[in-house]
Protein backbone atom coordinates (compact mmCIF):
# COMPACT_ATOMS: atom_id res chain seq x y z
CA UNK A 1 0.00 0.00 0.00
CA UNK A 2 1.22 3.23 -0.83
CA UNK A 3 -0.60 6.50 0.66
CA UNK A 4 -0.06 10.17 -1.38
CA UNK A 5 -0.47 13.04 -0.23
CA UNK A 6 -0.71 16.35 -2.31
CA UNK A 7 -0.36 20.21 -0.92
CA UNK A 8 -0.08 23.36 -1.81
CA UNK A 9 -2.73 24.10 -4.35
CA UNK A 10 -4.67 27.56 -4.28
CA UNK A 11 -5.57 30.61 -6.26
CA UNK A 12 -3.01 32.71 -8.07
CA UNK A 13 -3.13 35.36 -11.11
CA UNK A 14 -2.28 34.34 -14.69
CA UNK A 15 1.63 34.88 -14.66
CA UNK A 16 1.89 33.55 -11.06
CA UNK A 17 3.83 30.90 -9.51
CA UNK A 18 2.44 27.39 -7.22
CA UNK A 19 4.44 24.78 -5.87
CA UNK A 20 2.77 21.83 -5.17
CA UNK A 21 4.09 18.72 -3.28
CA UNK A 22 3.39 15.27 -2.60
CA UNK A 23 4.89 13.04 0.20
CA UNK A 24 4.55 9.48 -0.35
CA UNK A 25 4.16 6.67 2.59
CA UNK A 26 3.93 3.08 2.96
CA UNK A 27 5.39 0.92 0.11
CA UNK A 28 7.62 2.96 -1.84
CA UNK A 29 11.59 3.22 -1.90
CA UNK A 30 11.98 5.84 -5.09
CA UNK A 31 10.69 8.54 -6.73
CA UNK A 32 11.33 7.04 -9.89
CA UNK A 33 7.89 6.90 -11.73
CA UNK A 34 5.65 9.33 -9.73
CA UNK A 35 3.79 11.82 -11.72
CA UNK A 36 1.63 14.47 -11.81
CA UNK A 37 -1.71 14.85 -13.68
CA UNK A 38 -4.26 16.88 -13.35
CA UNK A 39 -8.36 17.52 -14.23
CA UNK A 40 -10.03 20.41 -15.70
CA UNK A 41 -13.83 20.93 -15.26
CA UNK A 42 -15.63 18.94 -17.66
CA UNK A 43 -12.65 17.18 -19.27
CA UNK A 44 -10.39 13.85 -18.78
CA UNK A 45 -7.45 13.47 -16.86
CA UNK A 46 -4.02 14.43 -18.33
CA UNK A 47 -0.72 13.41 -17.30
CA UNK A 48 1.37 16.34 -16.59
CA UNK A 49 5.06 14.98 -16.04
CA UNK A 50 6.46 12.02 -14.66
CA UNK A 51 9.73 11.13 -12.82
CA UNK A 52 11.49 8.74 -15.24
CA UNK A 53 14.50 6.41 -14.39
CA UNK A 54 17.73 8.13 -12.63
CA UNK A 55 15.57 11.27 -11.37
CA UNK A 56 14.97 12.30 -15.06
CA UNK A 57 11.93 13.94 -16.06
CA UNK A 58 9.36 14.33 -18.95
CA UNK A 59 6.49 16.48 -19.20
CA UNK A 60 3.59 17.17 -21.23
CA UNK A 61 3.99 19.51 -24.23
CA UNK A 62 1.45 22.03 -23.01
CA UNK A 63 3.59 22.35 -19.95
CA UNK A 64 7.51 22.14 -20.98
CA UNK A 65 9.68 25.13 -20.15
CA UNK A 66 6.74 26.29 -17.48
CA UNK A 67 6.40 23.27 -15.17
CA UNK A 68 9.56 21.52 -13.29
CA UNK A 69 8.92 18.29 -11.16
CA UNK A 70 11.59 17.72 -8.61
CA UNK A 71 12.25 15.28 -5.76
CA UNK A 72 13.91 14.14 -2.52
CA UNK A 73 14.05 10.35 -2.34
CA UNK A 74 15.37 10.85 0.87
CA UNK A 75 11.53 11.95 1.63
CA UNK A 76 9.50 10.35 -0.71
CA UNK A 77 8.52 13.80 -1.84
CA UNK A 78 8.02 15.11 -5.35
CA UNK A 79 7.65 18.88 -6.27
CA UNK A 80 5.78 20.71 -9.16
CA UNK A 81 7.07 23.85 -9.62
CA UNK A 82 4.20 25.64 -12.01
CA UNK A 83 5.61 29.01 -13.39
CA UNK A 84 3.59 31.63 -16.15
CA UNK A 85 0.39 29.68 -14.92
CA UNK A 86 -1.94 30.39 -17.29
CA UNK A 87 -6.04 30.21 -16.64
CA UNK A 88 -5.90 26.89 -19.08
CA UNK A 89 -4.25 25.15 -15.99
CA UNK A 90 -6.78 25.25 -14.01
CA UNK A 91 -8.02 22.08 -12.19
CA UNK A 92 -7.37 19.44 -9.35
CA UNK A 93 -3.66 18.15 -9.71
CA UNK A 94 -3.01 14.61 -8.39
CA UNK A 95 0.08 12.85 -7.61
CA UNK A 96 0.22 9.09 -8.71
CA UNK A 97 2.16 5.94 -8.16
CA UNK A 98 1.29 2.62 -9.91
CA UNK A 99 -2.29 1.80 -9.10
CA UNK A 100 -2.29 4.83 -6.49
CA UNK A 101 -3.60 8.01 -6.44
CA UNK A 102 -3.47 10.91 -4.12
CA UNK A 103 -6.56 13.27 -3.09
CA UNK A 104 -5.84 16.28 -5.41
CA UNK A 105 -5.08 19.94 -4.55
CA UNK A 106 -7.19 22.36 -6.24
CA UNK A 107 -5.06 24.68 -8.66
CA UNK A 108 -7.36 27.53 -9.77
CA UNK A 109 -5.67 30.81 -12.19
CA UNK A 110 -7.52 33.68 -12.93
CA UNK A 111 -7.34 35.81 -15.89
Do not use: H
Amino acid sequence: QVQLVESGGGLVQAGGSLRLSCAASGSIFSIDGMGWYRQAPGKQRERVGTVISGGNTNYADSVKGRFTISGDNAKNTVYLQMNSLKPEDTGVYYCAYLQYWGQGTQVTVSS
